[in-house]
């Protein structure tokens, strides 16, 4: 299955792992790790995850990265995954999709 990364999720990814890098000297390419893991994940299985609500017609999934603490959220139809955002699930919202 094909999957790509939107401009937003991409650049939030980019964030992330630069942050995480400078930030995290015990484990500095854990976010890295994590998301790649995620998104094999979620290439293999596109139905797993939560629903995420939507105000379009288009059903929008999350997982969580449980070791970082990031939710990634995609869409998927049966040749495409996309991600649309990696959002910390510490916030108190979600990001507007």
């Known amino acids: 299955m094909r999957l790509r990364l939107a ?8 964030r992330k792992k630069t942050w995480w ?7 500095p390419d854990l976010f890295e ?4 893991v995620i998104v094999r994940s979620i290439q293999s299985a596109p ?5 995420y609500p939507s105000r379009f017609d288009i059903v929008i999934r999350r997982v969580l990265m449980t070791k970082t603490k990031n939710h990634v959220y995609f869409t998927a139809t049966d040749t495409e995954v996309v991600i649309l955002s990696v959002w910390g699930a510490a916030r108190e919202r979600g990001p507007k999709l």
Do not use: D, V
Request: hydrophobic fraction near 30%; aromatic fraction near 4%.
């Open 33 to 36: 790790e994590e998301f790649n």
């Open 21 to 27: 890098q400078k930030n995290r000297q015990s484990s």
């Open 7 to 14: 401009p937003r999720a991409l650049s939030e990814a980019k």
């Open 47 to 51: 139905g797993a995850g939560a629903i």
